[in-house]
């Protein structure tokens, strides 16, 4: 028979197996290109998560930059984290809300694409990573609740 304690540990590693996965595919998504844009047909253009970060850093543009790189990295990152421990910060502050805020950018610019005959734009590989992990931690949450 197996015991409660052993069910108990069997949930949190499988929980933590999952979140490591959910960070894998986190950073996959913000390191690799998420979009390809195709502009009057002639120039061409890959950007990822971080190379949006770096570009508006080297333009001055810090602010907007720590945007960035807070709701695209640093805030899924606590997100992980808190989901482990007792550290209630995330959920105080509803910053996991804005964890899709990325997806939305850039379904808003594939929007534009379509509607535009001045550029084109193709959604490559560091999106699915960035969806399926955020996906992923809906997953869990889901599969938490019902614990």
């Known amino acids: 028979m197996v015991h ?11 929980f933590m197996f999952l979140s490591c996965i959910e960070f894998i595919l986190l950073i996959l998504g913000v390191i690799l290109p998420i979009a390809k844009i195709d502009e009057f047909w002639f120039f061409t253009s890959e950007f990822s998560i971080l190379s949006i970060a770096k570009d508006l850093m080297i333009n001055n543009e810090f602010l907007l930059g720590i945007v960035v790189i807070s709701f695209g990295l640093v805030f899924p990152i606590i997100k992980i984290i808190c989901r482990h421990t007792n550290i209630q910060f995330i959920n105080r ?24 005959n001045f550029f084109d734009m193709e959604i490559l590989s560091g999106f699915y990573f ?18």
């Open 130 to 147: 960035l969806l399926a992990s955020i996906l992923l931690g809906y997953f869990q949450i889901i599969l938490k609740k019902n614990f």
């Open 4 to 14: 409660k304690r052993e069910i108990i540990n069997q949930q949190k590693y499988n």
């Open 93 to 116: 502050y509803n910053l996991h809300k804005f964890s899709m805020v990325d997806i939305f950018l850039i379904s808003f610019l594939v929007f534009s694409s379509k509607a535009s």
